[in-house]
């Protein structure tokens, strides 16, 4: 009966130790395959290099880095042209011609043209509208109530047409052609060229006319003039203040009256919209027409819109 015992004991001791032994073989085959799969490209394919023995290790490496570029390239391409575009145009404003419309009308208490008063010392209403083309091109109309002695005139209606611009930072220039027309007094009408030209705050301006106040006489006009507009630290912190100063020289032919120099200066205050002037003029009385081409102060005030 022991023996019987220790035969059964050993043969149960023998099937552990070989079944030990399996498990340990079988640990060790699945370690190896394992380092097997994770050595090849990808990991994907274990059984690789024993069904292909003509398997190149170095060329699977470079096609699998290739194909790697590749994807990279095509992944960046895909983000980049889905990407917000920054450089998108913006849109454009669609064109209306009156955008590039504007105006004005004043009231003052005089208006004086070169020294001599149009409306006797009397107060006058005035407006202006100006069409600007893109190119400099501009076209404009202005009027005032005048009142002069022995005529029937009693509105001014001028047509300009002109060009103007700049050519430096500093430098602006305007050329036109001003009609001076008086409805019910069309004797009176009569064509000028008129030429501005600013530098800093210098001003120079000449005007002609070979019919100037319909005398069928030549006309000229010289202008010299100075503009500043005048620091907040000189006006008690007062911002949008200038001051303007001019001396002209009027060339007339007998028929117009005698050549004479005119003067001028104001001060202007611009609010929002709205200019606010004070200014004063004079000539040097060779015009002999007083009162109308003596010392004026008078005020006025612009909207602009």
């Known amino acids: 009966m022991k023996k019987m015992i220790f035969m059964v004991s ?16 079988t640990f060790q085959s699945t370690s190896n395959s394992s380092t ?8 994907t394919e274990p059984g690789r290099v024993d069904a292909d023995p003509a398997y190149d290790a170095n060329a699977d490496m470079d096609k699998t880095q290739n194909h790697q570029k590749h994807v990279k390239k ?25 955008d590039n419309l504007s105006g004005n009308m004043a009231m003052t208490s005089n208006y004086v043209f070169r020294g001599v008063s149009q409306t006797r010392n009397l107060p006058a209403v005035q407006g202006s509208l100006t069409y600007q083309f893109p190119i400099g091109l501009y076209l404009n109309a202005w009027g005032s109530n005048v009142k002069f002695e022995d005529t029937d005139a009693t509105l001014e ?19 036109n052609l001003d009609r001076y027309n008086y409805p019910g007094a069309a004797e009176l009408s009569y064509l000028e060229f008129n030429s501005v030209f600013n530098y800093k705050i210098f001003q120079f301006g000449y005007s002609y006319s070979a019919n100037v106040y319909a005398t069928h006489g030549v006309g000229r006009y010289y202008l010299f003039g100075i503009n500043y507009d005048i620091p907040c630290q000189y006006t008690f912190n007062i911002p949008d203040v200038s001051i303007h100063a001019t001396a002209g020289h009027y060339t007339l032919p007998k028929a117009a009256g005698d050549s004479y120099n005119d003067y001028s200066a104001w001060v202007s205050k611009k609010v929002k919209n709205y200019l606010f002037t004070i200014q004063w003029t004079g000539t040097n009385g060779r015009q002999h027409a007083y009162p109308i081409d003596s010392n004026h102060l008078f005020a006025s005030v612009t909207a602009e819109f």
């Open 157 to 175: 209606l001028d047509s300009i047409v002109g060009w103007r611009g700049d050519i430096w930072e500093d430098f602006s220039y305007d050329l």
């Open 74 to 98: 095509h992944a960046h391409t895909t983000v980049s042209t889905h990407a917000p575009m920054k450089d998108k145009c913006p849109e454009t404003k669609p064109f209306c011609w009156i």
């Open 36 to 43: 097997t799969a994770a050595a090849l490209p990808g990991g």
């Open 10 to 25: 050993a043969l149960t001791l023998g099937n552990a130790l070989l079944s030990q032994s399996v498990l340990a073989d």
